[in-house]
């Protein structure tokens, strides 16, 4: 029974071995297999096995290659992702702000497990931890679990969120406070991960940072219909919501109008897509139009431009712009500050 066992294992051990230890710079022949089964496995075979074992391998799909030169082998020629792929996947995890280090040194050798030991071991050379600000909350993989379990549900969550204020004495200290919400998604902007809910309080929608969340509760309550709180009536388009709310600041959705300088064609194209609505206003400027969230974040977006962007319409947007210029021009023309 334990000579029937170890046969069918070794096609799992063999496949390991290919993911692991095989790549176009590293061949194995059938005796440095048989050596590696022995070695990491305990398991004693015959070169003539492995040969029939790689051809079901291979018949499984593996994409496992003949060489003859340099050297006679074998080698896995691609497998679950590639190298490109795997940086990709370690660069987004070191750059979301709401996973914890702890998290995302754990999370980053996971996804290295994905590739063989050898790209593991360049990737590590060229992954970069920086020492940008992450969360503390180490409980998010659960908070993040809990919500997505209660908006598929269609239940409404219960949960205690914490952010910074300023006390009398101007420290910076923490405020946790209750939110019972209804969930409709969560969106990853800004390297931060966003709950989009309806607080029952108001007919609207809000964005909640999941960093900022503990004590995740799913109620028996129905979520209330997206279609009651905002202009979805199916169902709740993330990408859509995305696209039109600016840092994640919620406002009332309005037929936007800005005139931009040909300069910034490439960043306008980058926020809004390929389908953005633009037509040429003069031979240095082109108007855009869309749909967008008038709010704070608009603003901010678009002061971020200085002079190559000028909000011509709603009004309303208009004078939130002019507003928030006059405020920062007095803030520098203040003659008396306090020192």
């Not at 051809?55 to 060489?67: A, F, H, P, Q, W």
């Not at 108001?202 to 509760?217: E, K």
């Amino acid at each position: 029974m334990a000579g029937q066992k170890n046969t069918k294992l070794k096609l799992l051990y063999l496949k390991e071995i290919f993911e692991k230890h095989s790549d176009e710079q590293h061949i194995l022949n059938a005796g440095d297999i048989a050596d590696r089964l022995l070695r990491d496995y305990g398991l004693e075979c015959e070169r003539k096995s492995v040969y029939k074992d790689i051809e079901v391998l291979m018949d499984y799909g593996m994409d496992i290659v003949k060489t003859r030169s340099p050297k006679n082998g074998f080698f896995l020629a691609s497998g679950s992702f590639e190298l490109a792929e795997i940086r990709l996947l370690s660069d987004a995890v070191q750059a979301a702000d709401f996973i914890t280090k702890n998290k995302t040194k754990k999370l980053i050798e996971k996804i290295e497990g994905f590739t063989s030991v050898y790209h593991a071991e360049v990737l590590k050379k060229q992954v970069y931890i920086d020492n940008r600000p992450k969360s503390g909350n180490e409980s998010i993989y659960y908070v993040i679990d809990a919500l997505d379990n209660a908006i598929k549900a269609g239940r409404k969550v219960k949960f205690s969120y914490s952010r910074r204020k300023m006390d009398d004495k101007y420290a910076a200290r923490k405020e946790t406070r209750t939110f019972t919400l209804s969930p409709y998604a969560l969106i990853w902007s800004n390297d931060h991960y966003y709950l989009v809910a309806n607080n029952e309080k108001y007919d609207n929608l809000m964005n909640v940072r999941v960093d900022r969340i503990s004590g995740v509760s799913i109620l028996e309550e129905k979520a209330r219909p997206v279609s009651e709180v905002s202009g979805y009536k199916r169902y709740f388009d993330a990408a859509d919501y995305a696209a039109k709310t600016f840092n994640m600041f919620t406002g009332e959705m309005q037929m936007v109008e800005l005139r931009c300088s040909n300069a910034i064609l490439e960043p306008i194209f980058d926020r809004f897509g390929e389908r953005v609505n633009t037509r040429k206003y003069d031979d240095s400027h082109f108007l855009l139009r869309t749909e967008a969230a008038i709010s704070e974040g608009l603003v901010s977006w678009i002061m971020q431009f200085g002079t190559d962007i000028e909000a011509i319409a709603p009004q309303n947007l208009r004078d939130m712009v002019i507003q928030r210029t006059e405020s920062i021009l007095n803030v520098y023309r203040k003659e008396n500050r306090d020192e």
